[in-house]
């Protein structure tokens, strides 16, 4: 059975962590992702991120880059570029993830390559966008937390501003960037005509911003940190800490605060006007979090787990990564996968969480740096034996 996008060619001229973790996904679901490596900086970025890294392989570049293919170009020689836009003409996409005025540079925008496609999809996911004041700006995730807000919204509310223990706004810059390819190649072949997709960094974090922003700009809601990771109006909806560890209690519908209070033993608590509504509750949290900090102190995670699922009350551990990776739900779900690499031997990863019919990835390594040179040459573009052999000596 053919994977979803076996049809599709992408042109990835990407680097570091959102634009592969974008690609990645796309290349699981059968497209065809040729990486363009500059070979001025010895290719993308991640073959060199320690503590996992030998020669040009990394496993931080394993992560982002399997089921891709790998050629060195410079596009700034007479014979990359030609190489490139031979390329250009049988794919349907070039995407980067570089800074945003560099596309207009290097010449990879739509304007400068559907002369030679008029089908062809340019999407740059950059830091800030190719338009606005801060385009030229490079942009990394931790910069992005603290610029969009994020890291004012994360933490102990005496505590520092804080970052997520994850590059979330790489990665859902990448997953809006693949979004945004998927809906251009679609317009493409309906119409016959190509486009750019300007996507950012800044923009995805702006718009993850969603409720708290709509309630601060309708209602002068002032977003601010809650102790121990609480949802900014629900109560109770956070982390509470027992005995051994902690865990997550989450009543966001007025049947499963009824069904807490039954579950620690306080049945009138549901009855109390002080806790009988989202509202009610919301207004005296201070008394009501110090009754339940209390019961769950009391007693071992684990049985307030049981308890808790036994009687129909959203909750979950905090993991660790090493206990999240064991949870039975992890395997059963088929989330780790494994390739075998020439240098690391079996590589266990995770698996991309997309799900498409029926049919799953074939999982293949990472490709070591300029592996699919003459792939490339002779299998996507035809080069005959004297064609490769100028290609060859182009490169110097």
Known sequence: MS?????VRIIAIEQYGAGPFGSVHLADLGAEVIKIEDPGTGGDIGRYVP???????????ETFNRN???IALDLSTPSGRGIFEDLVRVSDVVYSNLRGDVPEKIGIRYADLAHLNPRIVCCSLSGFGMTGPSRKEPGYDYILQGVAGWMDLTGEPDGPPTKSGLSVVDYSGGLVAAISILAGVHAARRDGVGCDCDVSLFDTAISMLTYPATWYMNGGFEPRRTRHSAHPSLVPFQAFECRDGWIVVACPKEKFFVRLAEAIGRPELAADERFSTFAARNANAEALLAILEEAFSARPSKAWLEDLRAAGVPCGPVNSVAQALADPQTEARGMVVTTEHPRFGEVRQVASPVRVGDGRPVYRRAPQYDEDFHHVLREVLGYDDAR?????AGRG
């Open 3 to 7: 994977l979803p996008l076996s049809d």
């Open 51 to 61: 503590p996992f890294q030998e020669g040009t392989d990394s496993l931080f570049f």
């Open 68 to 70: 891709k293919r790998s």
């Open 388 to 392: 490769v052999a100028e290609a060859e």
